[in-house]
Nanobody
Framework: VQLVESGGGSVLAGGSLSLSCTVS????????MAWFRQAPGREREGVAT???????AYADSVKGRFTISQDKGKNILSLQMNSLKPEDAAMYYC????????????????????WGQGTQVTVSS
């Protein structure tokens, strides 16, 4: 399984960005996916997650501002980010998991088996 993120960039606070993650390889083994982020000097944190039946969960810090979605036909995971804040600036990673099953949801790094290389998001005040 390979994950490739795109869509990062630089935006002013209050602006919007849309991230995409293209999934290739043996996608039938993937049951749940998520977006994570990591700012310099900080641990990687889960932002949003979605499972095979479409159940979604968000970190409290992004609820109401970020929206995760997936297009299974095109094998694309997306993250729409609105009302961006300087504290949202980070490297954003796409992740996919298979170990826990199709109904699993998690924002924990340890739950995921596959990772992309990341895309940078910069938010200026």
């Amino acid at each position: 399984v390979q994950l490739v993120e795109s869509g990062g960039g630089s935006v002013l606070a209050g602006g919007s960005l849309s991230l995409s993650c293209t999934v290739s390889g043996y996608t039938g083994s993937i049951y749940y996916m998520a977006w994570f982020r990591q700012a310099p000097g900080r641990e990687r944190e889960g932002v949003a997650t979605i499972n095979s039946v479409g159940t979604i969960a968000y970190a409290d810090s992004v609820k109401g501002r970020f929206t995760i979605s997936q297009d299974k036909g095109k094998n694309i995971l997306s993250l729409q980010m609105n009302s961006l804040k300087p504290e949202d600036a980070a490297m954003y990673y796409c992740a996919a998991g298979r170990t826990k099953g199709r109904l699993y949801l998690s924002l924990s790094v340890s739950a995921y088996n596959y990772w992309g290389q990341g895309t940078q998001v910069t938010v200026s005040s």
